[in-house]
Each structure stands twice: as C-alpha cells, then as structure tokens.
C-alpha cells in the first residue's frame, strides 16, 4: 500500500520560510513522479514543484527563485522549501507521487498522479 504523510503546515507571516515534509512508503518504481501540489477552495488544484522519475525539476512560475525541492537520500520523503512567502502562497498542500516517470509536459499536472496525502494547510498572514 502506498501512503503519503505531509507535515509542516502552519501559519507564517508574508516574508517568512516554512519547510514542509512528506514521508513516503510504498512506492516501488525507482523511476517514481513525486511532487507538491496545492489547492485554495474553490479553486483547482495546481502543481507547485516536481521531481521526475530522472530526477529532473520542475517549478510553477509563481514559486520559481522562492521555493525548493528535494528528495531524501532513500528516496522515501519529499521537502519543500519555502521561501519569501506570499499571502498568495496560502493554500493546503499536498504530496503526491506516482509509479512511473513521466512527459515534461505532464509533470505539472495533478491529473498525472495517483497516490496523494491528506494535506497540510499553509496560511500566510500578519
């Protein structure tokens, strides 16, 4: 059984740094998708930072420059950075991984990925 477990959430002023985990058990292509997507209500869920089953990143736009990504040496648990936050960086986040390396194209894309966590919301406000 595949399980994602994020922690980290929480409420950071505009300009602060949060660092969000994901443990990771299950998975067991050594070629998996994993990733940190994010969602505000009433609003689709959007890709925020990727590792491809080669290894290679991927940033939305809006994180690029603020925001990093990496994987653990064991390749069970999945961080996110973050950096000079927004208000607009306020959303749940959520991990999530898949069994397969994927197309550049589709890397970004949540409808690409299987195996999600439950969320950790991230608020940023003074």
């Known amino acids: 059984e595949i399980q994602l477990v994020e922690s980290g959430g929480g409420l950071v002023e505009p300009g602060g740094s949060l660092t969000l985990s994901c443990a990771v058990s299950?998975?067991?292509?050594?070629?998996?998708?994993m990733g940190w997507f994010r969602q505000i209500p009433g609003q689709e869920r959007e890709g925020v930072a990727v590792i491809d089953g080669v290894g290679s990143i991927r940033f939305a736009d809006s994180v690029k420059g603020r925001f990093t990504v990496s994987k653990g040496n064991a390749g069970n648990s999945l961080y996110l950075q973050m950096n000079s936050l927004k208000p607009e960086d306020t959303a749940m986040y959520y991990c999530?991984?898949?069994?397969?390396?994927?197309?550049?194209?589709?890397?970004?894309?949540?409808?690409?990925?299987?195996?999600w966590g439950q969320g950790t919301q991230v608020t940023v406000s003074s």
């Open positions: 999530a991984a898949v069994n397969s390396d994927l197309p550049y194209s589709d890397v970004l894309s949540p409808r690409s990925y299987n195996y």
């Open positions: 299950g998975l067991t292509s050594r070629r998996s998708s």
